[in-house]
């Protein structure tokens, strides 16, 4: 009896998805403590709302863009900076053609499918372009990504003519808002479509497995028959139109291209996501939905500060306070030592 | 093969971007023969931040209606896109050039010492505008246009006590969140404390103030944490409009109506800035009180220029003269100190008769 459970235990806490699920309740149970109606969910005004919601759906594009992120983390070993600059440039095309070049409109010039596809193809390139950089030249990705990371927002600058743009029409407000009486927001829908599809890409296909391979040696795989460079070309071209789609969204939540702001520092955050995931970040294995955990730990975490009113100038050291421990705690490093002191106990038992 | 075509598109690239830095690195209209010493017309550098919003544009379209050669002024006009070290070398062009006044508005506070300390030594006298500039010898420039930014928020909290006492409502009724601007941006500081010396004075209910960081997307998310938080809340303190947009739609997501009916359960939402998109919802009500950030710094500008050149001296700090627009008649002028400020209540035709 005693056996099976001390079993069953390992199991759980040797599941990959065990630390990033941890230190999300972690994250929640402070809550409990400090905001007792935190988890409150009501139906306000025909939409659902409270602090949960608010986690849900403003994590939505960090969900999709923490997706690809582990994608080309696991196969190049390395990261892609430029996305937050790639979802400036969709949301400044996609409002641009909306608008018709005019700083601001209230009727649409354009279809918004069309719109929608120009900023999706758009973001495309650009993940070409990075793809294009790492795979075929083998420049570093942190640097290759670097090119777009600073140009992409002079880019979109470009397209918006330095200003902003907004869409003040209804039906691009959807996107980002609510699908008529539908009471969930909508960039909820993509979130969980986007990390859907890919799953089932990832698992109908072998291209998971490739790219779990591509990542842990690249050379040993070309030896087998697959075309590294064509893979890892492959997942930054994804994590393009991932971030356009993310731009689109973050775009139509306040109908406008604001070019200085939109996916402003999200890059960092994507990162991090893939990072408290339980991902290791030089590539190989990897773990969608510890990602995808993680993207939501560290909106819950944004939510949670300002719920426990913390000032905003002082905001950025308790976020980070919060994810060296998160860190810290799934560090294989910290977590051999705990496992070393566990072992040393039962050692110390049996011997007393 | 690949080889041969990589460092083809490479250099071409490196061509084409080589010819952009080269036609980027000019200002606008600076002919290198700006020397004026005829005496009449007066050669003025002016370097701008950028064109990242409304108010920055019309603060350019102000400098160059105001200096043109019709009023016997010759601008040289650079657009630094944002980055300082574009307005150190515009400012070394003017010296070199050697243009009569050189205007700044500068993108960041500090770091300024040595270029300033360059038109100094060339004599060319240097006016600041907009944001301030923090250097180690106050005599490095020779004034400064812009905002008073707490007489701002300070005008702002005058008009909503008047404004509560002429609908009878309580000190005590009145619940307010703040939705600050980036924090340490001047606009920001000032306002905040406008507010925080009102709320002390008056024994305003604060509940809490939350950086928007001057963005739609911010004051939204803010302003929906604040709606769970603080169900009780009537008054939302914008610090630009781009905030109140985020904070109007969260409002009204939540199901809140937005408008200066406290009494009967609105949300009165006050910003800063007066945008045209801004002034917009002003006019249909959404938001109550705007308060003006003025951009039409050109005026100002040439005024101290005329009493340099007469000889004069200036005063190290001039403000712009500022406005407020408000929905309603509801108080007509507020009074600071013993200067009077009125409230404008805006029409279409007011709007449509703004420059910017």
């Known amino acids: ?352 | 093969m690949k080889k041969k075509w990589l460092s083809i598109v490479l250099a071409s690239a490196l061509v084409v971007s080589c010819t952009a830095c080269g036609s980027k690195a000019t200002p606008t209209g600076g002919t290198a023969s700006a020397k004026t010493t005829d005496g009449k017309t007066i050669t003025v550098g002016f370097s701008q931040v950028g064109a990242e919003s409304d108010w920055r544009t019309a603060n350019t379209t102000s400098m160059k209606g105001t200096f043109t050669k019709a009023n016997g002024y010759n601008l040289v006009f650079d657009d630094a896109q944002q980055k300082q070290e574009n307005q150190i070398t515009a400012i070394r062009n003017f010296i070199q050039q050697e243009v009569n006044y050189i205007v700044l508005a500068p993108v960041t506070e500090t770091g300024w010492d040595t270029v300033l300390k360059e038109a100094k030594d060339a004599k060319i006298p240097v006016i600041i505008v907009d944001r301030m500039v923090k250097v180690s010898d106050e005599s490095l420039y020779t004034a400064w246009v812009g905002s008073n930014f707490k007489l701002e928020g300070q005008k702002a909290t005058e008009w909503l006590k008047d404004f509560a006492a002429a609908k009878g409502l309580k000190n005590s009724d009145l619940h307010i969140v703040d939705i600050q601007g980036t924090i340490g941006a001047s606009a920001q500081i000032g306002r905040t404390e406008g507010l925080e010396e009102a709320a002390k004075t008056n024994g305003w209910d604060l509940l809490a103030k939350e950086s928007g960081e001057f963005t739609q997307a911010k004051g939204q998310e803010v302003m929906e944490s604040f709606i769970k938080q603080y169900p009780n809340l009537n008054v939302v303190y914008c610090e630009n409009d781009n905030e109140a947009f985020g904070a109007i739609d969260a409002l009204t997501a939540a199901g809140k109506t937005v408008g200066s009916d406290i009494k009967n359960g609105q949300v009165m939402v006050m910003s800063f800035d007066c945008t045209k998109a801004g002034l917009t919802d002003t006019l249909n009500g959404k938001i109550t009180l705007d308060t003006e950030c003025n951009p039409l710094h050109g005026p100002r500008v040439q005024k101290i220029i005329d009493a340099l050149k007469s000889g004069g001296t200036v005063d190290k700090k001039a403000y712009v003269d500022e406005e407020m627009f408000c929905a309603d008649t509801t108080v007509p002028k507020v009074s600071i100190s013993g200067q009077d400020f009125n409230v404008t209540k805006l029409t279409q035709d007011v709007l449509s008769k703004r420059a910017y």
């Open chain 1, 1 to 352: 009896m005693k056996k099976t459970t001390g079993f069953d235990w390992k199991k759980i806490t040797h599941s990959r998805f065990f630390m990033p699920i941890v230190c999300l309740l972690l994250v929640l149970l402070v809550n409990v403590i400090q905001t007792p109606n935190f988890f409150a969910v009501s139906i306000n005004n025909g939409v659902l709302y409270g602090y949960l919601v608010d986690i849900i759906n403003r994590a939505s594009e960090l969900v999709i863009l923490a997706v690809g992120m582990t994608l080309v983390t696991a196969s190049s070993g390395g990261q892609d900076i430029s996305v937050g600059a790639v979802m400036a440039v969709a949301a400044s095309i996609c409002c641009q053609i909306l608008s018709g070049g005019a700083v601001s409109t209230n009727t649409l010039m354009a279809p918004i499918i069309i719109a929608f596809i120009a900023a999706l193809v758009a973001s495309m390139i650009c993940g070409a372009f990075n793809g294009f950089l790492v795979s075929v030249l083998g420049i570093q990705p942190m640097v290759a990504t670097l090119i777009l990371f600073t140009a992409g927002r002079g880019i979109a600058q470009l397209v918006t003519k330095g200003q902003i743009t907004y869409v003040r029409v209804d039906a691009y407000k959807v996107m980002g808002g609510y699908i008529g009486k539908c009471p969930i927001p909508t960039p909820v829908f993509f979130a969980i479509g986007v990390v859907i599809v890919v799953n089932l890409i990832l698992k109908k296909t072998a291209l998971g497995l490739y790219i779990e391979s591509v990542g842990s040696n690249g050379s040993a795989s070309r030896l087998m028959g697959l075309n590294s460079t064509r893979i890892k070309f492959l997942t930054y071209v994804i994590l393009g139109l991932l971030s356009g789609i993310a731009g689109v969204v973050a775009s139509s939540r306040i109908y406008s291209a604001d070019a200085n702001n939109i996916g402003l520092n999200l890059e960092m955050d994507a990162i991090l996501a893939v990072a408290l995931g339980g991902n290791n970040l030089s590539g190989g294995k990897f773990n969608l939905v510890g990602s995808v955990i993680g993207a939501y730990t560290i909106q819950a975490l944004t939510t949670t500060l300002y719920a426990m009113k913390v000032s905003a100038d002082q905001l950025p050291v308790y976020k980070a306070i919060v994810v060296i421990i998160i860190v810290v705690l799934q560090s294989p490093t910290f977590q051999k030592k705990i496992r070393a002191m566990r072992h040393g106990k039962a050692v110390a038992v049996n011997a007393g």
